[in-house]
């Protein structure tokens, strides 16, 4: 039972400033605190929760236990529940219609896509704070400029990468126009890519993938444009690796033993740090791809 001194025990561990417990509707606060307890959580994993996102207290302890329900009606287990607050506390912070919007978003992803989104919720608890009744334009929109023919391809890329359902569309659509222009894909190029790494979608242009593919085309690599395009179509994932973490000491180390990168596997760059070095043993010693 949740009594004004374990409040008060609370409110001292967390010391919160702008929203203080003490000043709180007592009786609502200790409702949503035995919620919480009853779910598992420990004081200090609610502790946690609670400086993460303190405005939740000042909401009704009835509607939070209604999206609660929700969930655990839905096949989600209380572990699952407490760790996606614990990412996104305010998805349950809502009016007594959250379980109808709740509902909606379940039902387009299972039935709509075929996705399993007890899964996906987990991972991404920020999928239930999205705007239900948009959800179909959007994934008709990332049909339309991703080039995925077919439904399945929606679902695929939307389950591999759900951020896909809340970027902008001026976001994707700005990150699509970059690659078609620098590696002049056609319809089908950029269909395998998104569909294979669907994840270059949440790569900056600017801070990101620009920087990679003007270093790899650079005298320091000298790669061409079309030795670039086909890396990336045989590896997407070339580019969001770590240009200063992974990509350039690894160019290093091949310049230093004057091995070319364009006669190198083109899954150099996924390979563990231990394995690009045996590989590289390997190739110094027989001397195999030297320049």
């Given at each position: 039972i949740i009594n004004d001194l374990k409040i008060s025990s609370l409110s001292h561990k967390i010391r919160l400033k702008k929203f203080p417990i003490e000043k709180m509707n007592r009786r609502n606060v200790r409702r949503i605190f035995q919620l919480f307890y009853e779910l598992g959580m420990t004081t200090d994993f609610l502790s946690g929760v609670i400086l993460k996102a303190p405005q939740l207290l000042s909401y009704s302890s009835v509607n939070i236990q209604k999206s609660i329900k929700y969930l655990q009606n839905?096949?989600?287990?209380?572990?699952?529940?407490?760790?996606?607050?614990?990412?996104?506390?305010m998805i349950l912070a809502g009016s007594t219609r959250e379980g109808k919007r709740m509902d909606l978003?379940?039902?387009?992803?299972?039935?709509?896509?075929?996705?399993?989104?007890?899964?996906?919720?987990?991972?991404?608890?920020?999928v239930l704070e999205l705007k239900a009744d948009g959800l179909i334009e959007k994934a008709r929109f990332l049909s339309q400029v991703l080039k995925l023919r077919r439904w399945n391809d929606v679902s695929s890329v939307i389950s591999t990468f759900p951020p896909l359902l809340w970027l902008s569309e001026s976001n994707v659509q700005e990150k699509v126009n970059f690659l078609e222009k620098e590696f002049e894909l056609d319809d089908d190029d950029l269909r395998d890519i998104i569909v294979t790494y669907p994840q270059i979608m949440g790569l900056s242009v600017e801070k990101n993938l620009k920087l990679k593919v003007d270093f790899m085309l650079s005298e320091h690599v000298a790669l061409t444009r079309i030795e670039l395009k086909d890396l990336v179509l045989y590896q997407p994932a070339l580019l969001a690796y770590s240009l200063e973490g992974r990509i350039k000491p690894r160019l290093c180390k091949l310049q230093e033993n004057s091995i070319s990168f364009s006669y190198a596997p083109p899954y150099l760059m996924s390979l563990s740090d231990s394995k690009f070095e045996e590989w590289l043993e390997v190739q110094i010693s027989t001397w195999s791809i030297k320049q």
């Open positions: 839905e096949g989600l287990t209380n572990e699952g529940i407490c760790k996606m607050i614990h990412i996104r506390p978003i379940f039902r387009f992803l299972q039935k709509d896509l075929n996705i399993d989104s007890k899964k996906l919720f987990y991972r991404y608890p920020q």
